[in-house]
């Protein structure tokens, strides 16, 4: 076994067992793991490999449930900012269009510049606003490195989350031990319509003890998702984020088939 087998495996394991112990149902929204086909399908659409944090990510969880009941609708949101593990599908379609608008980011910047090579940043999370959360697959000394990008917010500068898909999730599972913020933002519980309690990171103090934290309910049945309305909205990514010339003029739409649930693209698997 690798190192960074363990080292991706302890991080990630001390998270989900405190999403197990303290927001159960979170923990309920996590996907089944991708198929060796899936992955490698990934990958070959991607044109590079996956770094090996992710491709183990993808083994146990093939991202989180897209659209859970009405009552738990939040479930599984429970990255900071509410973003929400993606799955092979969507990170494909994301990448996808990344690759294709890649020129617009890099805006000249040469291609070592982090904005200058869109094209190797694979999406890991996303949220309700088209923002994303990427892993750098540039090869050099950012390889590998986590960032958050605000795009639905109109926001294309880069925020560095961690050096790596273990360096994130060991810090997320030290702020959930201790109470202390991950980028400025506290954990904190927040109840569902269901009863549930769910991880939000939208606390703006330290929590005095997380054992203050409400004792979760149990989750008796798999998480469902919502019911499907058939309803399309023609709203594209593009129409989400107002972005300042010269990029706004270049930057498309990764696909027509965009929901208002989920802020990107139908077709996640």
Request: aromatic share 8%.
């Given at each position: 076994?690798?190192?960074?087998?363990?080292?991706?495996?302890?991080?990630?394991?001390?998270?989900?067992?405190?999403?197990?112990a303290?927001?159960?149902?979170?923990?309920?929204?996590?996907?089944?793991?991708?198929?060796?086909?899936?992955?490698?399908?990934?990958?070959?659409q991607?044109?590079?490999?996956?770094?090996?944090?992710?491709?183990?990510?993808?083994?146990?969880?093939?991202?989180?449930?897209?659209?859970?009941?009405?009552?738990?609708?939040?479930?599984?949101?429970?990255?900071p900012?509410?973003?929400?593990?993606?799955?092979?599908?969507l990170?494909?379609?994301?990448?996808?269009?990344?690759?294709?608008?890649s020129?617009?980011?890099?805006?000249?910047?040469?291609?070592?510049?982090?904005?200058?090579?869109?094209?190797?940043?694979?999406?890991?999370?996303?949220?309700?606003?088209?923002?994303m959360?990427?892993?750098?697959?540039?090869?050099?000394?950012?390889?590998?490195?986590?960032?958050?990008?605000?795009?639905?917010?109109?926001?294309?500068?880069?925020?560095?989350?961690?050096?790596?898909?273990?360096?994130?999730?060991?810090?997320l599972?030290?702020?959930?031990?201790?109470?202390?913020p991950?980028?400025?933002?506290?954990?904190?519980?927040?109840?569902?319509?269901?009863?549930?309690?769910?991880l939000?990171?939208?606390?703006?103090?330290?929590?005095?003890?997380?054992?203050?934290?409400?004792?979760?309910?149990?989750?008796?049945?798999?998480?469902?998702?919502?019911?499907?309305?058939?309803?399309?909205?023609?709203?594209?990514?593009?129409?989400?984020?107002?972005?300042?010339a010269?990029?706004?003029?270049?930057?498309?739409?990764?696909s027509?088939?965009?929901?208002?649930?989920?802020?990107?693209i139908?077709?996640?698997?």
């Amino acid at each position: 076994m690798t190192r960074e087998v363990l080292a991706f495996g302890a991080a990630w394991d001390s998270f989900a067992s405190w999403l197990v112990a303290h927001c159960p149902i979170d923990h309920a929204a996590l996907q089944p793991p991708a198929t060796a086909e899936e992955i490698t399908t990934l990958e070959t659409q991607l044109g590079f490999p996956l770094h090996p944090h992710l491709r183990i990510l993808l083994q146990r969880h093939n991202g989180v449930l897209k659209h859970p009941e009405p009552d738990n609708r939040d479930a599984g949101a429970f990255l900071p900012l509410g973003y929400r593990l993606s799955g092979t599908g969507l990170i494909a379609d994301v990448q996808e269009w990344l690759a294709a608008d890649s020129d617009a980011f890099a805006m000249g910047r040469e291609e070592d510049d982090l904005h200058g090579h869109a094209h190797r940043w694979v999406p890991v999370a996303h949220s309700i606003d088209a923002g994303m959360v990427f892993v750098d697959h540039h090869p050099g000394p950012g390889y590998g490195h986590v960032y958050e990008m605000g795009i639905g917010c109109g926001i294309i500068d880069a925020t560095h989350w961690a050096l790596s898909l273990a360096a994130l999730f060991d810090a997320l599972a030290t702020c959930l031990e201790s109470g202390e913020p991950f980028q400025g933002d506290c954990p904190s519980p927040d109840e569902l319509p269901s009863g549930h309690v769910r991880l939000s990171w939208g606390g703006s103090t330290t929590m005095a003890s997380m054992r203050d934290w409400p004792t979760p309910r149990r989750v008796d049945s798999p998480l469902r998702p919502a019911a499907p309305t058939g309803r399309l909205l023609g709203r594209s990514l593009g129409a989400l984020r107002p972005l300042p010339a010269p990029v706004v003029a270049s930057l498309g739409s990764p696909s027509e088939s965009e929901t208002e649930e989920d802020g990107f693209i139908e077709g996640d698997r």
